[in-house]
């Protein structure tokens, strides 16, 4: 490791052994996160739609109770009456020309929307946990690096004031060393509120406040190309998914409307006793039964519905050109966190480089406005530099890590269990099984058979033109950059103030040949 890396540090690399680590803020969010335990209750309540449309195969069972009471008057005379009854009504369909199965089949879809969105909701979640994770450990280390900037300027203007004293500078020096300490101060006190701002971000994704955090982990999962990410993207990317699902669903509605071309049957019954209430006598009570087939066809409607049948024909185009759409979008997602992460990667290596080259540049410029070669303004113009040049470095070392978490998200890879292992997974689809036979009854299956006579399939091929299958991906992505050294992406920076004096045979290889000194008067060299 490079001799400028050796002193006091503004990171602790080694955490403390109560410190909280990333895996234990994702498990954190990923149970009491609000956004996901919404969508988790929205994906089950979807589910029992499905329930519900299922139910529409069996029979329907009701209880019927009247009571009547009649009086009429005449001049002198009246009379008055009174009668009652209790019914049994059963309602069973029996054929729906394929109205309930393409019902069925668009309710299954939704399911598996759903699902697809509730696991985009969990990558999110998750992608916010990491960057609100890693925005407090940049924050507070920006926050040292502008109270060391802060200290160094102090020093720099106090030195200034004593040496004004004696008349060793200007009136002139010591107004540009406060001017670069009043804006200092004021980096200083925008770091802090950063700070905070990012610690509020954190409770109200973790749902508390960070104490002392670990450094960041690795990441796992990262493809070796950029066509393995788009393969991947393809396959498992959570938008894509929910579009698709929303095209099956748009698919099985137009056989639902062209289910309404057909005849339908339902089978009702009642069976109930009707008689006097008052004075009651149950040997008066007649017993009624009654039993009806009911076939309905339609025959003319305006053209209304046709109509529907073309409006679901047309809104199942338009999804299949979303779906299409929300791959391209995926793609583009996948070369934009792609790029990102290579641009992130050189800017971690150019950023450490630029640090030390400007540390190097300021502990020689001190030394040289000793000896009068180097300005006031030049040492302050120094100072500044190498103070900028770590809050950059720290910026593109979160940049570099949260555009990890952004390439995995646009591949759809990214959950929970891609930071914490061992957090049990929570399955959606089998939430979904525990409540799709609920309340089945014995007729269904028979009723569901019988629908499948002579109805359009809701699972009808979609149209070339529009499924968007072997569509072009995007070119001329350039290669990802090797991950950086852990001596790049987690050694603690040199607070400015311990900024040394490096000598040519120390330089850091880092930093290049800066080239021999030129030979002095008499030096045989």
């Given at each position: 490791m490079s001799p400028l890396l050796v002193g006091v540090s503004l990171l602790w690399t080694t955490a403390p052994a109560t410190a909280e680590t990333l895996m234990d803020a994702v498990e954190a969010a990923y149970a009491r996160n609000p956004a996901l335990v919404e969508q988790r209750y929205r994906q089950k309540g979807t589910n029992e739609q499905y329930v519900q449309?299922?139910?529409q195969y069996g029979p329907s069972i009701s209880i019927n109770?009247?009571?009547?009471?009649?009086?009429?008057?005449?001049?002198?005379?009246?009379?008055?009456?009174?009668?009652?009854?209790l019914s049994v009504n059963v309602r069973q369909p029996v054929y729906s020309g394929g109205r309930f199965r393409g019902q069925l089949a668009q309710a299954r879809a939704n399911v598996r929307n759903s699902e697809e969105v509730l696991r985009r909701t969990e990558g999110?979640?998750?992608?916010?946990?990491?960057?609100?994770?890693?925005?407090?450990?940049?924050?507070?280390?920006?926050?040292?690096?502008?109270?060391?900037?802060?200290?160094?300027?102090?020093?720099?203007?106090?030195?200034?004031?004593?040496?004004?004293?004696?008349?060793?500078?200007?009136?002139?020096?010591?107004?540009?060393?406060?001017?670069?300490?009043?804006?200092?101060?004021?980096?200083?006190?925008?770091?802090?509120?950063?700070?905070?701002?990012?610690?509020?971000?954190?409770?109200?994704?973790?749902?508390?406040?960070?104490?002392?955090?670990?450094?960041?982990?690795?990441?796992?999962?990262?493809?070796?190309?950029?066509?393995?990410?788009?393969?991947?993207?393809?396959?498992?990317?959570?938008?894509?998914?929910?579009?698709?699902?929303?095209?099956?669903a748009s698919r099985a509605n137009v056989a639902v409307q062209r289910g309404n071309q057909r005849p339908t049957a339902t089978i009702t019954a009642e069976a109930g006793k009707v008689g006097q209430l008052s004075p009651f006598d149950r040997r008066e009570f007649r017993t009624e039964v009654?039993?009806?087939?009911?076939?309905?066809?339609?025959?003319?409607?305006?053209?209304?519905?046709?109509?529907?049948?073309?409006?679901?024909?047309?809104?199942?185009?338009?999804?299949?050109?979303?779906?299409?759409?929300?791959?391209?979008?995926?793609?583009?997602?996948?070369?934009?966190?792609?790029?990102?992460?290579?641009?992130?990667?050189?800017?971690?290596?150019?950023?450490?480089?630029?640090?030390?080259?400007?540390?190097?540049?300021?502990a020689g410029m001190q030394r040289e406005e000793q000896f009068g070669l180097r300005s006031t303004i030049e040492?302050?113009?120094?100072?500044?530099?190498?103070?900028s040049s770590q809050l950059t470095l720290l910026n593109n070392r979160f940049q570099e890590y949260?555009?990890?978490?952004?390439?995995?998200?646009?591949?759809?890879?990214?959950?929970?269990?891609?930071?914490?292992?061992?957090?049990?997974?929570?399955?959606p689809e089998a939430e979904f099984k525990k409540v799709r036979w609920r309340g089945i009854s014995p007729t269904e299956p028979v009723v569901m058979l019988l629908d499948r006579v002579g109805s359009a399939s809701p699972y009808a091929p979609p149209k070339t033109e529009l499924r968007g299958l072997d569509q072009p991906k995007p070119t001329g992505q350039p290669a990802l950059p090797p991950l950086p050294d852990k001596s790049y992406t987690d050694a603690p920076l040199v607070p400015i103030a311990d900024s040394t004096l490096i000598t040519g045979d120390r330089l850091p290889p880092i930093v290049g040949d800066y080239g021999a000194p030129p030979p002095r008067e008499g030096d045989p060299r």
């Open positions: 449309t299922r139910a109770a009247v009571g009547n009471y009649n009086y009429t008057k005449l001049r002198e005379l009246s009379a008055d009456a009174n009668d009652g009854s999110e979640v998750i992608r916010d946990t990491i960057s609100s994770y890693a925005a407090v450990l940049r924050d507070r280390q920006r926050v040292e690096v502008a109270r060391q900037n802060v200290e160094a300027l102090r020093a720099q203007f106090a030195e200034r004031r004593a040496k004004r004293r004696v008349r060793d500078v200007t009136i002139t020096d010591v107004a540009q060393a406060d001017a670069r300490l009043a804006a200092g101060e004021s980096q200083l006190a925008n770091a802090e509120a950063q700070l905070a701002i990012s610690r509020g971000d954190y409770l109200a994704v973790v749902g508390h406040e960070p104490g002392d955090l670990a450094p960041l982990p690795e990441l796992p999962g990262l493809p070796a190309s950029i066509d393995e990410a788009f393969m991947v993207a393809e396959a498992e990317n959570a938008n894509i998914g929910a579009a698709r699902h929303a095209e099956e009654t039993a009806q087939l009911t076939i309905t066809q339609p025959l003319f409607q305006g053209g209304a519905i046709r109509s529907r049948i073309r409006q679901a024909e047309d809104i199942n185009n338009a999804q299949q050109a979303a779906l299409d759409g929300q791959r391209r979008a995926a793609m583009q997602d996948v070369v934009i966190a792609w790029n990102q992460l290579g641009a992130s990667r050189i800017a971690v290596v150019s950023g450490t480089r630029q640090v030390q080259a400007a540390q190097i540049a300021f040492v302050l113009n120094a100072e500044q530099e190498l103070a949260l555009a990890r978490a952004e390439l995995l998200l646009a591949m759809g890879r990214l959950d929970a269990r891609t930071v914490n292992s061992a957090i049990p997974a929570r399955d």
